[in-house]
C-alpha cells in the first residue's frame, strides 16, 4: 500500500491551513473567506493538484474543504492529522479513544467515509519515543476499522526521522526542509528514507513566507536571519531565478521528496506555485554554495515555532 500512495499524490500538494487560520510571517491579508477557499480548491483541481493536505487544528479548513467537496463530485487524496493531549501519552487506552474521536470529527467535517492517508501531528514539547510507543498500534486499529487507508506522521523535528524509519504502519511521513533547513541532507537521512519506502512530503518550502520579507519588513527577533536573506536573494540572482524558484527548485531536486506542500492565500497563487514545477534546476555550483553556506542554521531561524513574534 505504500507503493500505492506513493502512485497515488501529485507532485505538488495543497497545503490548507491558510483556509483555516491566519498562517504565515508574510501573509498580509489573513484568513481568506470560504467563497475565496472553494476558489482556491477549484484551481487546484483545474491545474492537477489533487493532493490536499489539512488538520484538525487548522482552524476552519476541514470546514471549508468539506463544504466544497459536498457540492462535488471530484475525489481528492486528502490528508488530514490529529494530535494527542499529554496525558493520552501516559495511557494507551485515552491515546486510542482521542485518536478515533479526532478522525471520526475529521471525517463528519470533511463529508467523508474514509480518509486515504491520516497523520499524527508532533509538536515541540511531545517525546517522539513516548509517541512512537503507540501511534503504530492506533494507527493500525484506525486501518483496520475502515477508517483510514494509511497512517503516517508529521514530524516537528526531522532528526526523529530514525523513530519511524523501520515502521510497517508509518507509510508516510511529511517534515520540514528548505534551502535553510538542511537537517535530513545530512546523516544519510534521505537515503534512509528512500530505502524505507516511506511517502516523503517536504513542507515549510517557503520558511512560512520568511523568504520573501524585504529588509523592512523582518521582525526585530529574526533580526540573525536578515544576511542569510540577503544571501539568499543574491545566490537566486546568481542562478537567474526568483527567490521563490530558487527555493522551490533546491528542494524538488532532492531525490526521495515525493511531493512539495504549498498553501495560497488566493487561486492566482495556486498557478503561480504550480508554475514553479517548470522551474530550472539551479546550476549545479550555485546549488553547492547554497548547501555550503545554510547547512548550519541556528533554530531559532528555521523553526517558525521558536520565532516568538509579537
Not at 501511534?135 to 514530524?155: Q, T
Not at 529574526?222 to 536573494?233: S, V
Request: proline letters at 5%.
Amino acid at each position: 500500500m505504500k507503493r500505492n500512495i506513493k502512485n497515488k499524490i501529485t507532485p505538488l500538494c495543497l497545503g490548507t491551513v491558510q483556509l483555516g487560520i491566519k498562517y504565515g510571517i508574510a501573509n498580509q491579508t489573513g484568513k481568506p473567506d470560504v467563497e475565496v477557499g472553494h476558489d482556491i480548491l477549484q484551481k487546484a483541481i483545474d491545474l492537477g493538484v489533487t493532493t490536499w493536505d489539512t488538520s484538525r487544528h487548522y482552524g476552519d479548513s476541514e470546514g471549508v474543504i468539506g463544504s466544497f467537496l459536498d457540492n462535488s463530485t471530484y475525489e481528492p487524496l486528502l490528508i488530514s492529522k490529529f494530535k494527542w493531549s499529554n496525558g493520552a501519552l501516559q495511557d494507551p487506552l485515552v491515546a486510542t479513544k482521542e485518536a478515533f474521536a479526532h478522525v471520526q470529527q475529521s471525517l463528519r467535517t470533511l463529508k467523508r467515509n474514509s480518509l486515504p492517508l491520516m497523520l499524527y501531528h508532533t509538536d515541540k514539547d511531545q517525546n517522539i519515543c513516548d509517541v512512537m510507543s503507540i501511534l503504530p498500534s492506533v494507527l493500525a486499529s484506525l486501518k483496520d476499522e475502515g477508517y483510514i487507508e494509511e497512517g503516517g506522521i508529521s514530524l516537528y523535528y526531522p532528526e526523529d526521522i530514525n523513530h519511524i524509519l523501520d515502521v510497517e504502519q508509518i507509510a508516510a511521513v511529511q517534515v520540514p526542509m528548505n534551502v535553510f533547513d538542511q537537517r535530513l541532507l545530512t546523516n544519510n537521512i534521505m537515503q534512509k528514507l528512500i530505502d524505507s519506502q516511506k511517502c516523503v512530503f517536504a513542507r515549510s518550502v517557503f520558511l512560512q513566507g520568511l523568504f520573501f520579507l524585504g529588509a523592512d519588513e523582518i521582525p526585530p527577533n529574526l533580526n540573525a536571519a536578515r544576511p542569510y536573506l540577503a544571501e539568499l536573494n543574491y545566490l537566486a540572482k546568481q542562478a537567474d531565478m526568483t527567490v521563490a524558484q530558487f527555493a522551490f527548485a533546491f528542494i524538488r531536486d532532492i531525490d526521495g521528496v515525493d511531493s512539495v506542500i504549498f498553501g495560497a492565500d488566493n487561486a492566482n497563487q495556486v498557478e503561480q506555485n504550480v508554475q514553479l514545477l517548470n522551474t530550472p534546476s539551479i546550476p549545479e555550483e550555485i546549488r553547492e554554495r547554497a548547501e555550503n553556506i545554510f547547512q548550519q542554521m541556528d533554530e531559532k531561524i528555521i523553526t517558525p515555532g521558536l520565532w516568538s513574534i509579537s
